[in-house]
């Protein structure tokens, strides 16, 4: 098992690599961004997703989103176009960590306690980023929603507590609690 010095060394590497995708993403882009996301999903490795208002409207239009299912695209992340963004280019360290991690661990190990500590790490990655202001600060914060995903859904209501420790009280966070429900 992983000691808390281990842990630590996990939370900085994706503090390191988030960082580093975000703000390439921002700057690549130069687009306007309500979302940001961190997803963990069954393959064991975390990448980030993120909408822009201007992907979300190119979007709509190249995918032909009907009405009635565009307030729930606004907040898919799997299917951004920023799904992954950086991945590559940034995420070597925490997969190196990761698979280090593992080693020696049975799949419930890995997919009980490691995974949770996993979800954990992201969740204070994301909130330590968020400190730093990456995401904004004051009303500019509050048109941002931050959050940590697993894919698929948890279906537990986790993705919902995390939006709620993650992000301060606004209108655009009660839109995407809405679809957490």
């Known amino acids: 098992m992983c000691t808390e010095k281990d842990n630590e060394e996990l939370i900085e590497a994706l503090v390191k690599a988030a960082r580093a995708a ?7 882009t130069k687009e306007h961004f309500y979302f940001y996301v961190f997803i963990f999903d069954e ?3 975390p990448y980030i997703s993120a909408w822009s208002y201007e992907a979300l409207e190119k979007s709509i239009i190249e995918q032909q989103i009907p009405d009635e ?3 729930w695209w606004k907040w898919d992340s799997a299917d951004s176009p920023y ?8 995420f070597g360290e925490v ?3 990761l698979d280090k991690r593992a080693d020696g661990l049975s799949d419930d190990e890995l997919y009980g306690i490691e995974w949770g500590v996993r979800i954990d790490s992201m969740e ?3 909130k330590r980023l968020d400190g730093s202001g990456l995401f904004g600060t004051g009303k500019e914060r509050e048109r941002v929603v931050i959050n940590v ?3 698929p859904p948890d279906g537990d209501g986790s993705e919902y507590s995390r939006a709620l420790r993650l992000n301060p009280y606004s209108a655009l966070l009660s839109e995407y609690l809405e679809t957490c429900e």
């Open 22 to 28: 975000f703000l390439s993403l921002k700057e690549t």
């Open 43 to 45: 393959g064991l490795h």
């Open 69 to 71: 299912e565009k307030s």
């Open 83 to 90: 799904a992954d963004y950086g991945y590559d280019e940034f």
């Open 95 to 97: 997969n190196e960590l």
């Open 124 to 126: 204070e990655a994301m």
């Open 149 to 151: 995903e697993q894919a």
